[in-house]
Structure formats: C-alpha cells, structure tokens
C-alpha cells in the first residue's frame, strides 16, 4: 500500500471512530488488562506490547507493528458489591417505625449507559502505521482509550422494613447514584534507533464526565434522621484533560525483552450543576428551606451565575500517574518468529498522591434563611500508592495450518484503602486478577481476540466506631479526642455548613463488604 493511501486509511478510520465513540466509562481503581489481549494476560503487557493498544500500554510498542494495523476491541467488566453496614436505625425525632431496626443488606444494581446489561464496556479503537514506508525506523499510532475501571453505582434510595415508614438506604451519605466516562483521544509515535531499543511517546487530550447524588449532613445529625439530610445530586464535566506517556523497550538478546512504561496524572478539574434539595428539619427556622444560588462575587469558589435547580458546583479530583517495568523470556521456532512468552511486570499506581485521594467539592450556594454559605468539602478516602505484580504469557498452538494463540496471567493489586477507609463509591480493596484468552486467525488479514477472567476480593469487615451506634453529643469521637479531618482515620458525612477544619466526627462506613468482578474481552484487528 502506498504512503498517501495508508495515511489516507489511517487517518479517515480513526477520525470516524473517535467522532462517533461514545465516551469511555472509567474511573474507580483500575483493573488490569485494557484491551483483549493485555486483559487475557492478566495485564502483564509491559514488554509485549505489539499491537496499536500499545499506545496505552507502553508507546515504544508501536514500532513492533508492522504496515497499518486497525484494533477495534473492549473489555466488558461486571462488579458485584454487596454492603452489611454494621448497627441500627437510631432515635429520630420522627418516631418512624424503622427506629431500631438493623441496617438492610444493600448491592449495586447500576447498569452502565455502555454496555450490555451489568457489564460495562470499556472500548478501545486504534491504528498503527508506517505510512507504507517499512524501511522507516518510527511508526505512528491514533486511538480512542481509557482505564479499565467500573465507577457506577447505584443504590435503592428506600427499603421496606415491614413498617409504615420506609427505611432510608444506610449507604446513603457514601454514595447513592454515581456514573462517570473518562477518554482519551490520542496519538504517538515510536522510533527504533537501533534494532535493539525502541523508545515511543504519547498525547492525549482528555474528556470527563461525573454524575453522582449522595446525602449531606445540612447540621449535626448523629441520629442520621433523613429529614435533617440534604441530597445533592450533581452534573459536571472537563473538556480539557492532557495527559501524556512515554515506553522503552529494550532487548539484549533474541530471548529476552525488557520493557518500562510511565502514564501521568489526568487532573481533572470539573465544572457544572447541581441540586440540593434539603429535609423538613435541616433549617430550624424553616422547614420549606432551600438553597439558593450565590452571587456575592467575595463568596464565590466555583462559578457566577447559577440558578435554584442548577447551582454551580466544581469537583476536583486526579487520576495518578503510574509507571510499569517488565521483563518476558520469548520463545521462538524454527524460523526464528516468536511462538511463546512469559512475562513479569510490575506496576505502581499513585494513589496516595492528596488529589487522587481527596475529592474537593465545591457549590455556590447558600440557605434561604440565614444566608449561610456552602464552604468547599473534602471528602477523604485515605488512598495508599497500589502495588501490583502481573504475570502472564502466550503460546501459539498450530489448528488447521493456522496459528491459534493461547493466553494466560495472574495479577495481585495491594489495598487502594486501608480498612478503616473501606467505602462503597470506590473500590479499594486489594485484589487478585485470573485471566485467560485466545487469538484466532481470519483469512490473512483479520484476526479476533476473545478472553474473560474473575476478579476476586477479600471480605472486608470494618469494625464500629464506638459500638453499637457510633458517636454522639456525649462521646463525639471515635478515638477519645477530637482530631482535625484529616488525621482522621474513617470518613465522616460530608457536611458543608462546617468548613473542612471544623466537620464533626461519625463515621457511616463501618460493616460487610463484599465484591469481585467478571471481565470478558473481544477485539477484532485488520492488516492493511
């Protein structure tokens, strides 16, 4: 194929692609393996990448590509979360008939905009290519990506206890509703200086959308009685996230490769809408209190101009940056072609870093009585950098005078949260990844990847503050002192008429949780 022509074909199908891609759901903590053959080997990809995924894995893999490769592929992900919140529903100036019964078992019944059923799809579409000059020493890459995560929640807002009042959810002041999409339109290119070492870089432009509701204490509510709760539900979203990466790949002899790999931080700096709508005890003054939209110019955090139901409301928050380093061993046949793999890799992933750990939202608002302003939150998850380690490997078996290429690999990812910060809205729980997949060749040109795998999680029990019903007016800490937020050791209700220094101590995370995931993989890609 010719130069132009190649470039032509590159550059119309990713284009269309890109244009016509919804946006890749993403977030939460990652799990390993974007893309079906990296997922097949439980992520262990580091120093094998060599198909246009690499432009997400490790950049310098694109030179390993040869002419014009199209990837079309996605991993489907399902998480299952099953939460037991330790105590019960406390004395409530209500007198509801709920008081004094157990928390209700809740689990996750999101269903992702993408995806089919409970599984959420992560897609990735790229395109590799030498513009039909294979003498050249660089290749160049293009592709829609995004992490493998699965951030959505949801949560029934009511249960039935068998009373006359219907329980609010016991998770409520976590989260309730939550969905978000992170993309990342790139390109990149990798150069060979010599055969032995080739170097790649990447740029993205991203894009991120986050929609969540979730309870707010609107004053001290120890009892956790819902009609002094406020709910805020909020739309935002940040057009602008760059991002880059850059890969090495080295090998010393034929059967060795060794391969690093380093992504940055996506800061994500999100503006938009949102709604408050407040219990008929959370003003004393008013039970038909609201909140309103500020417009005191010296009070404002986010932005002018916002509206009863649609308040201006910022959030800010990272995904880290995470550096890989792998090695394989690589065995070939007779006709020195790679029939074989092995590979280690380790990972780490900054979560620890105070913006990946620390949410800051902010509204522009105030109550309608008062005028007391909404000052920013925090909301604290007490993240820890992630360790993994991946191995996994590849073995092509002849059928039918074709290769057909079998795949492998376990991972293991350290805790995200200690246990004390467990929560709901994002997974932190250490993990173990099993995973298998196959490639399967079609006619000369085409060849289809599939794969699956099972994600399983300890059971995480996280003991009471303070049992059997936590803090209170009398015993206002967990620990037999006041400590400042962020020395805290559990996550408090977010509770925006206190500022960040002052928020009063009940932790609502304590209890049974219970998760695991189920991926499956599938990818088509065509040689030009």
Same mark, same amino acid.
């Given at each position: ?14 284009? +269309? ?42 950049? +310098? ?22 939460? !037991? ?104 290119? !990798? ?323 219970? !998760? ?13």
């Amino acid at each position: 194929m010719s130069m132009t022509r190649s470039m032509q074909t590159a550059a119309a199908v990713v284009a +269309a692609l890109v244009w016509r891609a919804p946006g890749a759901s993403a977030g939460g903590i990652l799990v390993p393996g974007t893309g079906p053959q990296a997922q097949g080997r439980a992520g262990a990809f580091a120093a094998k990448a060599d198909d246009p995924s690499a432009l997400y894995h490790n950049p +310098a893999g694109l030179a390993k590509t040869p002419g014009t490769v199209l990837y079309i592929g996605g991993n489907l992900l399902d998480y299952r979360l099953r939460f !037991a919140r330790a105590g019960r529903y406390e004395v409530t100036d209500g007198g509801e008939s709920y008081v004094g019964a157990d928390y209700p078992v809740v689990e996750d019944d999101s269903t992702p905009d993408i995806g089919v059923g409970p599984f959420q799809a992560v897609p990735i579409v790229a395109v590799s290519t030498d513009l039909g000059r294979p003498e050249w020493p660089v290749r160049f890459g293009a592709g829609l990506l995004a992490p493998q995560g699965h951030p959505n929640r949801s949560f029934p807002v009511r249960h039935d206890l068998g009373g006359a009042d219907p329980a609010p959810g016991p998770q409520r002041y976590d989260v309730i509703e939550q969905s978000a999409a992170t993309a990342l339109p790139s390109i990149g290119v !990798a150069y060979r200086p010599i055969d032995s070492v080739d170097v790649g870089v990447r740029a993205s432009w991203g894009i991120a959308q986050l929609q969540a509701t979730t309870a707010t204490w609107a004053i001290r509510n120890y009892e956790e009685w819902e009609q002094k709760d406020g709910v805020f539900s909020v739309d935002v979203a940040d057009s602008f996230v760059p991002a880059w990466g850059i890969g090495v790949l080295y090998r010393p002899i034929g059967a060795i490769e060794l391969g690093a790999s380093y992504h940055s931080a996506l800061h994500i700096r999100a503006t938009g809408t949102g709604t408050a709508d407040l219990g008929t005890a959370a003003d004393p003054l008013d039970p038909n209190a609201f909140i309103e939209p500020e417009d005191r110019p010296e009070f404002i955090d986010c932005a002018l101009g916002g509206t009863v139901d649609a308040l201006k409301s910022c959030i800010d928050f990272d995904l880290p940056q995470m550096a890989s380093i792998g090695a394989r061993w690589i065995a070939r046949d007779g006709e020195g072609r790679e029939r074989g793999d092995v590979e280690l890799d380790v990972r780490w992933e900054n979560w620890g870093a105070d913006d990946a750990s620390n949410i800051l939202v902010r509204v522009d608002g105030r109550s309608s009585t008062g005028g007391f302003v909404l000052n920013p939150v925090v909301l604290r998850h007490g993240f820890r950098d992630v360790w993994s380690i991946r191995l996994g490997g590849s073995y092509a078996v002849p059928v039918a005078g074709r290769r057909v290429t079998v795949r492998a690999g376990v991972a293991h990812d350290t805790e995200t949260a200690p246990l004390l910060y467990n929560r709901a809205d994002i997974d932190g729980a250490p993990r173990t990844t099993m995973a298998i997949g196959a490639s399967f060749p079609v006619g000369d040109r085409v060849q289809l990847d599939v794969g699956g795998g099972y994600v399983v999680e300890p059971t995480r029990d996280v003991p009471q503050c303070l049992p059997p019903d936590g803090p209170d007016a009398s015993n206002p800490t967990c620990d037999g002192q006041a400590l400042p937020p962020f020395d805290r050791r559990r996550p408090d209700p977010a509770q925006p008429l206190n500022d960040a220094n002052s928020a009063v101590e009940s932790p609502f995370n304590a209890g049974r949780y219970e !998760a695991s995931y189920v991926m499956l993989s599938l990818g088509v890609s065509a040689r030009f």
